[in-house]
């Protein structure tokens, strides 16, 4: 399984960006799918969640009502669209692949549990 992450670049702040995961090697319906993403100088951070089929999002308190997450399965892709961007949203950003056996709610926050990682994308935030 493979993810390919794109869409980053660099935006002013409030403005916006969408951020796609294109999976190949087996259906996307098969993940749950994540967003993380990575500040310099800082750990590994959890942004969104989604559900195999997109019934149940979590987010992060940070973009809570700012970013959405979303998923088209029979594209094999996940989004996120991230609006009114500051600052602080800059890093670079993951998207994973929770296959079967699917985590916990509990675990969803800890990069860790997931089985496959796509290479980043950079987000740059210009103040």
């Known amino acids: 399984v493979q993810l390919q992450a794109s869409g980053g670049g660099l935006v002013q702040a409030g403005e916006s960006l969408r951020l796609s995961c294109t999976v190949s090697?087996?259906?996307?319906?098969?993940?749950?799918m994540a967003w993380f993403r990575q500040a310099p100088g800082q750990e590994r951070k959890f942004v969104a969640r989604i559900s195999r089929r997109g019934y149940n999002t979590v987010y992060a308190d940070s973009v809570k009502g700012r970013f959405t997450i979303s998923r088209d399965n029979a594209k094999n892709t996940v989004y996120l669209q991230m609006n009114s961007l500051k600052p602080e949203d800059m890093a670079v950003y993951y998207c994973?692949?929770?296959?079967?056996?699917?985590?916990?709610?509990?675990?969803?926050?800890?990069?860790?549990?997931?089985?496959?990682w796509g290479e980043g994308t950079q987000v740059t935030v210009s103040s």
């Open positions: 994973a692949a929770d296959g079967p056996p699917y985590m916990i709610t509990s675990s969803y926050r800890d990069g860790r549990n997931y089985d496959y």
């Open positions: 090697g087996r259906t996307l319906d098969t993940y749950d």
